[in-house]
């Protein structure tokens, strides 16, 4: 009983991890893009990226891992509700 609660805890905390990764470079990825081609100007990790040299396509790369680890997180929790109902 004692393995299967701390591997069910260590799974959740690697769930909200996964999911809070997902959540900032999404944001950070598509807002980015979004916010240079409305104003003309980047924020946050992306527009460190940017100011280092490296293409406006980089934005849109850190928003396509971040919408895939949301879509990892969100199936994992779907498999888990399935799995416990």
Do not use: K, Y
């Not at 997902?22 to 527009?47: K, M, N």
């Not at 040299?53 to 929790?77: E, F, K, S």
């Amino acid at each position: 009983m004692t393995v299967r609660r701390t591997r069910r805890r260590n799974d959740t905390s690697w769930q909200r991890a996964r999911l809070l990764v997902g959540v900032i470079l999404f944001v950070q990825g598509f807002g980015s893009a979004l916010s240079e081609a409305l104003w003309s100007t980047s924020f946050g990790v992306a527009a460190l990226l940017r100011g280092a040299g490296l293409p406006h396509w980089t934005d849109l790369a850190i928003g396509t891992v971040g919408a895939a680890l949301l879509g990892w997180a969100l199936a994992m929790r779907g498999t888990e509700r399935r799995t416990h109902a």
